[in-house]
């Protein structure tokens, strides 16, 4: 059982920066694959980052490509998502979530949820 907590979340202007971080306890974080979700208020969950067990291989949205980077520490069992050039339709509650074996962005295949941190962003 892994327990996932994201954080950073907050208000920002257009065009500024946020850093979230999920941090991960209860099992052996270095065998996850991890993705990065949002959801919007009446909006379907969408995949927007993740990264490989190892962290050899990164995964964007095209809507966050080119803006936003993600990594991984498993010896401090954590992901981090730099969010640079936020606009204002990045506004949504973020989820981090994990997956074993074969990596996928389907919502419905991740094993483990964090609760999510909101990010909202000004225009």
């Known amino acids: 059982q892994v327990q996932l907590i994201e954080s950073g979340g907050g208000l920002v202007q257009a065009g500024g920066s946020l850093r979230l971080s999920c941090a991960a306890s209860g099992g052996t974080f270095s065998i996850y694959h991890i993705n990065w979700f949002r959801q919007a208020p009446g909006k379907e969950r969408e995949f927007v980052a993740g990264?490989?067990?190892?962290?050899?291989?990164?995964y964007y949205a095209d809507s966050v490509k080119g803006r936003w980077t993600i990594s991984r520490d498993n010896a401090k069992n954590t992901v981090s998502l730099q969010m640079n050039s936020l606009k204002p339709e990045d506004t949504a509650v973020y989820y981090c979530?994990?997956?074993?074996?074969?990596?996928?962005?389907?919502?419905?295949?991740?094993?483990?949820w964090g609760q999510g941190t909101q990010v909202t962003v000004s225009s």
């Open positions: 990264i490989s067990w190892s962290g050899g291989n990164t």
């Open positions: 979530a994990a997956k074993s074996s074969g990596y996928s962005t389907v919502v419905w295949r991740m094993a483990y």
